[in-house]
């Protein structure tokens, strides 16, 4: 890692930053919003009460992952937040059953811009936002118009603009999977191992069937985790158990300054999964540590 990379990790990690990047959010609205809902995602909206929030996933009918989402119910709405990859997809799924009873689908995304933001232990006094919480921070869609007063606010109380190649290391550290890179359409839902992700008491939903018989009826075949590894690997590398059998395969890979090492996102067999496990990739040894790497970012 070079020294500004250095510099930079440690002005975010000491005090406070902030990322734009694209993000989707949807709005949903309706009487029968609920019963549409719980019929197609992981989680029970149900439950959401006034600007609370969830995590859950979209699966299909084979329980693999369509998009993972974050829920905030805001008045009469429900607020659905994913990557910029999978907005169109949600849209999508939501939208072909706005024909079948009291359910409004919107597509926000344009109208706001989307910050992730760091350590900011300020009040936002900008009040055309829209904001989220998870284990990366504040995550905040600001009206297009208000956008530029929030980023010189942010500033304005030294907050540093990261880099996409900061981004990264801090996105790895907290154990955060990239559609498209950590986790896509052949993962099923429950091998991320996101805690909360997914009700088992709820009713049917599309995939709930397969979802539910490897909660109830037996495990993962594997699941994504984290790795500290010895020397650099690179995505895609194979690991090996100590006798030689396969045993997963590295997703994301960067090194983190918090712990001195290079670490790694991978998917990793059920029978190594227990933290302190030693692998192998590429001759070299690494070790199974469970996520995040580092603690929560508020």
């Given at each position: ?50 600007d609370g929030q969830m995590l859950a996933a979209f699966p299909n009918a084979q ?33 072909r059953f706005t024909y079948a009873g009291d359910f409004f689908v919107e597509d ?84 991320l191992g996101i805690e909360n992700l997914i009700s088992y008491q709820k009713g ?95």
């Amino acid at each position: 890692m070079n020294q500004d990379l250095l510099d930079e990790y440690h002005a975010v990690r000491g005090g406070a930053g902030f990322y734009e990047q694209k993000r989707g959010l949807i709005a949903v609205s309706g009487k029968e919003a609920v019963q549409f809902l719980n019929g197609l995602v992981t989680n029970d909206v149900g439950k959401l009460e006034t600007d609370g929030q969830m995590l859950a996933a979209f699966p299909n009918a084979q329980g693999r992952l369509l998009a993972i989402v974050r829920v905030l119910k805001s008045g009469d709405k429900f607020l659905f937040e994913t990557a910029a990859e999978t907005r169109e997809k949600v849209f999508n799924n939501l939208f072909r059953f706005t024909y079948a009873g009291d359910f409004f689908v919107e597509d926000w995304s344009d109208d706001f811009r989307y910050f992730q933001v760091l350590n900011f232990k300020s009040p936002i006094s900008n009040s055309a936002f829209i904001e989220f919480q998870n284990n990366f921070g504040r995550n905040v869609f600001v009206t297009n118009d208000a956008a530029e007063d929030f980023t010189k606010e942010l500033k304005n109380q030294t907050a540093v603009k990261i880099s996409d190649e900061l981004y990264e290391v801090l996105r790895i550290e907290n154990g955060e999977p990239l559609y498209g890179i950590d986790a896509d359409e052949t993962t099923i839902v429950p091998e991320l191992g996101i805690e909360n992700l997914i009700s088992y008491q709820k009713g049917c939903y599309i995939g709930q069937e397969i979802i539910a018989r490897i909660h109830f009826r037996g495990h993962i075949a594997k699941q994504l985790t984290g790795l500290i590894l010895e020397t650099e690997a690179e995505p895609n590398d194979e690991l090996k158990s100590p006798d030689g059998k396969n045993a997963g395969r590295i997703t994301s890979v960067t090194f983190s300054p918090k712990l001195g090492k290079f670490i790694a996102l991978a998917f990793v067999r059920y029978d190594y999964l227990a933290e302190g496990t030693e692998l192998k990739v590429n001759e070299t040894t690494a070790t199974v540590k469970h996520l995040p790497f580092a603690e929560q970012i508020s």
